[in-house]
């Protein structure tokens, strides 16, 4: 499966700690009847053998719907479970070796904080950005923030899509109309809400009108 640009116009990010008493694989569906195109597992919090066994459970539902599943960082984990993707960080392995092992049908998601970053991402083989934090990240405390502008350069200096992410919600996603994104990625705006399919399908009408 190859992503599109319309794939990423919401990009959900798991997190089991934002859960109001709802199962991983119930809350993943609920967010996709709600408008997330793309879905990325980030558990930080659990070893392989339990990654798999959700990347597994979690395929049947994408799949089911036609939307990507990503998983974060570990490329090899995302290869064994069949997944469609991975999303790398800047310290993770390089995006030219992830394509030269798994070849051009799988979806390479890169980190950005830079031009320079992103143009390597680029040429290196990676299918879209992930850029930010644009705000203050409730689930990443300690990110590198950008400013709005530095969002602009940087999807400007590319040909591929770009993602915004970082504390995006409803109410401020607004602050960056206009930049350039294709989309945003979420996680407790959609993943920590009561009405999750609700919660994704508000965030995604504020998103589009940003774009």
Not at 117 to 131: H, I, N, P, T, W
Not at 134 to 152: D, G, H, W
């Amino acid at each position: 499966m190859k992503i599109e640009k319309k794939d990423l116009l919401l990009y959900g990010v798991t997190d089991r700690g934002c859960l109001r008493g709802m199962s991983l694989e119930e809350a993943v569906e609920q967010a996709i009847l709600g408008g997330v195109g793309t879905v990325q597992l980030r558990e930080k919090n659990i070893g392989e053998d339990e990654l798999l066994r959700e990347a597994e459970k979690l395929l049947k539902i994408c799949h089911k719907y036609n939307v990507p599943l990503i998983i974060n960082d570990d490329y090899e984990a995302a290869l064994k479970c069949g997944a469609d993707g991975v999303h790398v960080g800047i310290e993770d392995a390089p995006v030219a070796e992830i394509r030269r092992i798994a070849g051009k049908n799988f979806i390479i998601g890169a980190t950005a904080k830079t031009v320079e970053q992103a143009k390597l991402a680029e040429s290196s083989g990676a299918d879209y950005l992930g850029v930010g934090a644009v705000f203050p990240s409730p689930t990443k405390t300690n990110a590198v923030r950008i400013t709005p502008q530095e969002l602009r350069e940087i999807c400007s200096c590319v040909n591929i899509p770009a993602v915004a992410i970082g504390g995006i919600t409803a109410e401020n996603v607004k602050e960056i109309k206009g930049c350039g994104h294709s989309g945003i990625a979420v996680v407790s705006a959609v993943f920590g809400a009561n009405d999750i399919k609700k919660a994704a399908n508000e965030i995604r009408g504020a998103a589009l009108e940003t774009i």
